[in-house]
């Protein structure tokens, strides 16, 4: 049987899909919504409630992995369910269920644009929970880093670090975000924190 992206372990994603971050590229934003538009064609808007572009690709001043993150938020009755998970793969994704970890919980992740020969597509990474999922406060993220050009910056240069420290680590690029992200939420309920 051919290999397929669930045999892959976690070296082999590391090596095959390296950390590399690139200048905005304002098609970005295009690709998502068409992206969307697909989804919500297929899926529909009683299944999907909310749809929204986030990560790095979605502030426009920054560099980032030229991946499109997608929030979508569902029914909580619908998470991990077969029938829309198999309408995600006929739409070309790959499904993966994200464990509970720490404060979030556990919820269905899926990718697209992978192959096993190393080569990429457009990348769409989707990140499907109900709405009381931590996950949803990437959105207050992002919004401040858009709105706040300095802290953006901060952000870009601490993802140039980490990218060139851990080019084939995934996990370990991801974890050195961590307090940033939280820092920043921080941020956001109380301002007067900045110093």
Known sequence: MPKTLYDLTREEWNTLFP????AHDPSW????????????EKV???TILRIEHFGSSSIP????KPYID???EIPAELLFDEVLIQQFTELGYSHFE???REDIEAYSSFGKGYHLDGTKEQIFHIHMCP????MWRQIDFRDYLIATPARAKQYEALKLELA?????????????KTNFVYETLALIKDPTQEG
């Open 61 to 64: 001043t920054i560099q980032s």
């Open 98 to 100: 994200v464990p509970a």
């Open 164 to 176: 060139a420290k851990f080019k084939n680590d995934r996990g370990a690029y991801v974890l050195g």
């Open 131 to 134: 709405s009381t999922n931590v």
């Open 70 to 72: 997608i929030l979508i």
């Open 44 to 46: 529909g808007e009683a």
């Open 29 to 40: 934003k295009t690709s998502y919504e068409n992206e969307k538009n697909r989804i919500l």
């Open 19 to 22: 950390i590399a971050l690139v």
